[in-house]
């Protein structure tokens, strides 16, 4: 029986900074961001969106009734949580509509979780295979303003659906895993932005990523030249590069030309929104499939999957048919259409972002265009509101 991907869908803010501005205004070159980074965009993530109100926007629009009658798990993987005990899940899972019995629960470990969540979904799914589980990566990359790590920012959510006889991406049932404890990127319970080490996480990011690369080949028997296109996790897209240029002396010069041009549309979109966090790797494979004309059906992709701090895995999966069905078709055409805002506007949204503490507060949210938002706060309870509702 095959499980994997049957529909995937993003949603991010329909606001962006220009990179090259943001690097002048910053007195940096913006090659420093267009190339040494690989970004051209930023998503500037407004006060009235947070990781629920964008994983619920990601996941909606793709879902049917019948979808939503058949979903009886909900994993949501974030490492910005809006509660320290209650999952985003339970919030997400109001918003969606789904049934009150369906299992709703959060996982984190940086920016591994929603893989975490999609390997427990598949597994969910071979044992009750008339289910459908709803994982979605839904992340705010926050490192502050004027810091390191600003332009490596972004937000957004990528929801999946995972079924029997996907229509998107059927799951190997093989990986390959390590897990380590390393101070490389972290973020306290009293800070609102991570913690970084740049240099050293790089580092551990290609470590892990030749690690859980040749462990899976050895260990399935799997030959470098079977995988069409490799799929990285792209915290941004110069690191996902540097991670495949390590590999490239394993293949021969048509495959190493073959993994680098494939490389190119699976960072396409990534490019254009920034650190996604959790759903990082997902959005990249959303690019892959929409922008790659080469791919074909039954071609095997690798996809590796990384959270500092640290964890990383390496699975694969196999284009079926049907894939462009289940895919965010009007994804480049929504981006396109997003309002660019100056330095000075980002800098505003940035800190004006809903604040941590017991006060009543309200949330400026006319001009969010979404279906889903974030209005406020109330006796210190978040106040969401569905538009369609």
């Known amino acids: 029986m095959k499980v994997g991907i049957d529909k995937l869908h993003f949603a991010t803010s329909h606001l962006y900074v220009d990179m090259a501005e943001l690097a002048t205004a910053r007195q940096a070159e913006p090659d420093k961001y267009l190339i040494g980074i690989g970004q051209s965009k930023m998503a500037v993530i ?11 926007n990601a996941a909606a629009p793709m879902l049917t009734a019948a979808d939503i009658a058949a979903i009886d798990l909900l994993v949501v993987g974030t490492e910005s949580g809006i509660d320290n005990s209650k999952a985003s ?17 959060e996982m984190k470990e940086a920016c591994y979780a929603a893989t975490a969540g999609v390997q427990l979904a598949q597994d969910h799914v071979r044992v009750h295979p008339d289910k459908k589980a709803l994982v979605i990566g839904s992340d705010v990359a926050r490192y502050g303003l004027n810091t390191p790590g600003e332009p490596t920012q972004g937000g957004g959510a990528v929801a999946m659906l995972i079924s029997a006889d996907p229509k998107v991406l059927a799951l190997g049932t093989e990986s390959s895993l390590l897990s380590e404890d390393v101070m490389d990127f972290w973020r306290p319970l009293y800070h609102t932005e991570a ?40 915290p941004y897209t110069k690191m996902g590069l540097k991670a495949l240029r390590s590999v490239l002396p394993l293949v021969g010069a048509n495959q190493q030309a073959q993994w680098l041009a494939h490389f190119e549309h699976a960072r396409q979109l990534n490019r254009q929104v920034g650190n996604l966090y959790t759903g990082s790797l997902y959005l990249s494979l959303l690019s892959q499939l929409l922008t790659d004309p080469q791919l074909q059906p039954g071609n095997q992709l690798g996809l590796f999957s990384y959270g500092s701090g640290a964890e990383g895995e390496f699975y694969t999966g196999v284009i079926q048919p049907d894939c462009q069905a289940g895919l965010d078709q009007g994804l480049p055409q929504r981006l396109a259409r997003r309002r660019r805002v100056s330095v000075a506007e980002y800098e505003a949204l940035f800190s004006h972002q809903l604040q941590w503490r017991a006060d009543d507060q309200s949330v400026s949210y006319a001009d969010d265009p979404h279906r889903f938002v974030l209005t406020g ?8 509101l569905d538009r369609q509702g």
């Open 46 to 56: 407004p006060p009235s969106q947070d990781a629920v109100t964008l994983a619920a």
């Open 377 to 384: 706060q109330k006796d210190e309870q978040r106040q969401y």
């Open 89 to 105: 899940a339970i919030y997400v899972a109001k918003l969606l509509g789904l049934d009150r019995r369906v299992r709703t629960i």
């Open 195 to 234: 913690l970084v080490d740049g240099k050293y996480s790089s580092n551990i990011y290609i470590d892990y990523f030749q690690d859980v690369f040749k462990n899976y080949l050895q260990t399935t028997q799997t030959s470098p030249e079977a995988l069409t296109a490799l799929v990285f996790h792209l």
